[in-house]
C-alpha cells in the first residue's frame, strides 16, 4: 500500500477514554440484562403460582356453594315434610313462619361464610404477585 493509493486504509487508534466509556456501557448493558432476566423469571413464578392459587381457590368455592345448595335443599326437604304433616292452617303459618327465620338465618351465616372465603382466596391469589415486586422494588443495599 503506498501513500499515493486511494484505496489505503489509514490506521485509526481509538482513544482510549472513549474504549472505557465503551467498555463500561457493555458492563451496564449486561448487568441490567440480566437484572431483567432475573425479573421475568421472579414473574413467571409469581404468575404460576397465583394460577395455582386461584385454581385451588375456585375449587374451595365451588365445593363451599355445593355444601350450601345441599344444605338448602335438605331443608327444603324437610320443611316440605315438615308442612304435610300440619293439622291446621294457624300450625302450617307457624311453621312457614320458623322455616323463614331459620332460612334467613342460615342465608346470612353462609353469604358471610362466602365473603370470607373470596377474601382469602383473593388475598392468596394476590400474595405471590405482591411478594415479588416487593423483592423486585426493594433496594440494593
Known amino acids: 500500500m503506498s501513500a499515493n493509493d486511494p484505496f489505503s486504509v489509514v490506521p485509526f487508534k481509538v482513544p482510549e477514554q472513549f474504549r472505557a466509556f465503551?467498555?463500561?456501557g457493555?458492563?451496564?448493558?449486561q448487568g441490567s440484562y440480566q437484572k431483567l432476566k432475573d425479573a421475568a423469571v421472579s414473574n413467571n413464578g409469581?404468575?404460576?403460582?397465583?394460577?395455582?392459587s386461584a385454581t385451588k381457590g375456585a375449587g374451595d368455592f365451588t365445593?363451599?356453594?355445593i355444601g350450601m345448595a345441599q344444605t338448602n335443599t335438605e331443608a327444603a326437604f324437610a320443611f316440605t315434610?315438615?308442612?304435610m304433616g300440619v293439622k291446621?292452617?294457624?300450625?302450617?303459618?307457624?311453621l312457614m313462619n320458623a322455616h323463614a327465620r331459620k332460612q334467613f338465618e342460615v342465608?346470612?351465616?353462609?353469604?358471610?361464610?362466602?365473603?370470607?372465603?373470596?377474601?382469602?382466596?383473593?388475598?392468596?391469589?394476590v400474595e405471590p404477585i405482591?411478594?415479588?415486586a416487593a423483592k423486585a422494588f426493594k433496594p440494593a443495599l
Not at 26 to 29: G, L
Not at 88 to 94: G, N, V
Open 130 to 132: 405482591a411478594t415479588g
Open 22 to 24: 465503551a467498555e463500561m
Open 107 to 125: 342465608f346470612s351465616a353462609q353469604s358471610q361464610d362466602l365473603a370470607t372465603l373470596t377474601h382469602k382466596v383473593a388475598a392468596e391469589a
Open 26 to 29: 457493555v458492563f451496564q448493558a
Open 88 to 94: 291446621s292452617l294457624p300450625e302450617a303459618f307457624e
Open 46 to 52: 409469581a404468575l404460576e403460582a397465583m394460577v395455582t
Open 63 to 65: 365445593s363451599k356453594v
Open 81 to 83: 315434610q315438615s308442612l
